[in-house]
Structure formats: C-alpha cells, structure tokens
C-alpha cells in the first residue's frame, strides 16, 4: 500500500525502537520522515538505515530549548506535517524511597512537557486531516513495582489524547493513542541495570504476557500508521492498547 504518497510525518525519538520502525513503514508506503532523537550519532545511524526519504533533527525533548526551536529547525525541510507520533522517551525505574528530584523532574520534563510542547510546536505546521499520535503505557493500566513516576507521567500524557483531541477538533485534526504493552526495546537501558540484570527483568516478564513474548516494534508501527491513515478517520479521542491483552486478562 501507498497509503502515505506526498505526506510528511514528525517522529520524535526515532532512532530506534517504535519510533524507528514507525519511520521505516511510513517510508515503505510512501511518505517522508522526519524524526529527532538527542544525539548526532544515534540520529545519523537511524538516517543511514532510512535512506534518502528520511531527515533528521538533533533534539531532547526533555530541553525546553530545543523543543522551542524545533518548529524552526522542522521548516527547514517542509511547511506541513500530516501526522505527528509524539514517541520521545525511556524508562527510569525505582521503589518509592530511592525517587529524587532529578529521576522524578527527568521523566515529566522529557514525557510530559517534551509532549505538551512538541505538539504546541508542531500545529502551525498541521492543516485540517492531520493528525497526532501520542505513545502512552500499559503501565497507565496496571500497577507494576518501580514504576510509580514512569507510570505517572504516561498517565499525563494518556490525559492530552483527551484534552487536546477537545481543542484540536475544530482545526479538523485528529488526536489518538497508541498504549503500548511490553515490547522488544531500549526502555531499560538507562536505568543503570546491567545487561544481565535487564535480562532476568525480562524473562521475569515473559510469563505475564498471556501471548508468552514480547511485542515487535513494527507491530506498534503498523496501529501507529493505521491511526495516522484514512483508514481512521472517525476515530477521535481514542487510545488503541496493543498489548498482548496483558491489561484486561489475568
């Protein structure tokens, strides 16, 4: 399919992960990308594997400066963006006691008003039929040890699919989300956790997915692109979880 011929997108945290195999599918059908990740390295990498079609953007969306030039540095390359999958993010992970400032203020500055401001930033650019995407959590639906400020976080921005899809429909642009459940990423490797560790992690998860694996990102990818086609267009205000089911069965 060719679902997305002379149409741009916005991926934040494209790089790798969802974000990236988001990018790739867009590619596949046709579009362009444009997608941010926080290093010249990781970005210039995820370039190199999306080719020609794809241009990327140097930016944190934990920095309130980078996110207030990111409007400019998007026009750098085009005045539209069709769709916007508002994907920046990692996990930090702790009991209650061990949280302090700095792991409580580093994931709502990058979740929560990186995706507050990207969005702010980005609807000069989006005309009426656009549409944003906001990545949340299966951690917004079940309580997991370690995930109280992660869990929070997502929960604010599980709250703009609402509020935002609210403002944005008088502009003809659509607001939904895509809930993800556990899926084959980098969420943990800046938690500080060893590779081995991170392992056991995961295999301690495994048994409670009741497909007994781990999501692919390109199976986010494809909810993603579908929410962000015409093949949606009467879903407003929704959340779609792609989880395995983890969130309703026991």
């Known amino acids: 399919m060719q679902r997305f011929n002379n149409k741009t997108a916005l991926i934040t945290g494209g790089t790798n992960g969802m974000g990236l195999a988001t990018a790739q599918k867009m590619i596949e059908e046709g579009g362009r990308v444009i997608i941010t990740g926080r290093s010249k390295e990781t970005v210039n990498r995820a370039l190199e594997i999306l080719g020609e079609k794809a241009f990327g953007i140097v930016s944190d969306a934990g920095n309130m400066n980078d996110l207030m030039n990111l409007q400019q540095e998007i026009r750098k390359y085009t005045d539209q963006i069709d769709w916007f999958f508002a994907n920046a993010g990692y996990?930090?992970?702790?009991?209650?006691?061990?949280v302090d400032g700095s792991h409580f203020?580093?994931?709502?500055?990058?979740?929560?008003?990186?995706?507050?401001?990207?969005v702010q930033q980005v609807l000069p650019l989006m005309k009426s039929g656009s549409s944003v995407i906001f990545n949340t959590s299966v951690a917004t639906e079940i309580a997991m040890h370690n995930f109280s400020v992660y869990s929070a976080a997502k929960s604010a921005v599980q709250s703009f699919i609402k509020t935002f899809a609210v403002e944005l429909t008088e502009r003809g642009i659509r607001?939904?989300?895509?809930?993800?459940?556990?899926?084959?990423?980098n969420i943990f490797n800046n938690t500080g956790l060893t590779s081995e560790q991170i392992e056991s992690a995961i295999e301690d998860i495994i048994p409670t997915i009741p497909f007994k694996r781990q999501g692919e990102p390109s199976e986010i990818a494809s909810v993603v692109l579908f929410l962000a086609s015409e093949d949606a267009s009467y879903i407003h205000g929704a959340e779609v979880k792609v989880d395995a089911g983890i969130s309703v069965i026991r």
């Open 175 to 185: 607001v939904n989300g895509v809930s993800p459940g556990h899926i084959k990423t």
């Open 105 to 118: 203020d580093e994931l709502f500055n990058m979740l929560v008003k990186g995706s507050f401001f990207t």
């Open 91 to 98: 996990g930090r992970f702790a009991p209650v006691e061990h």
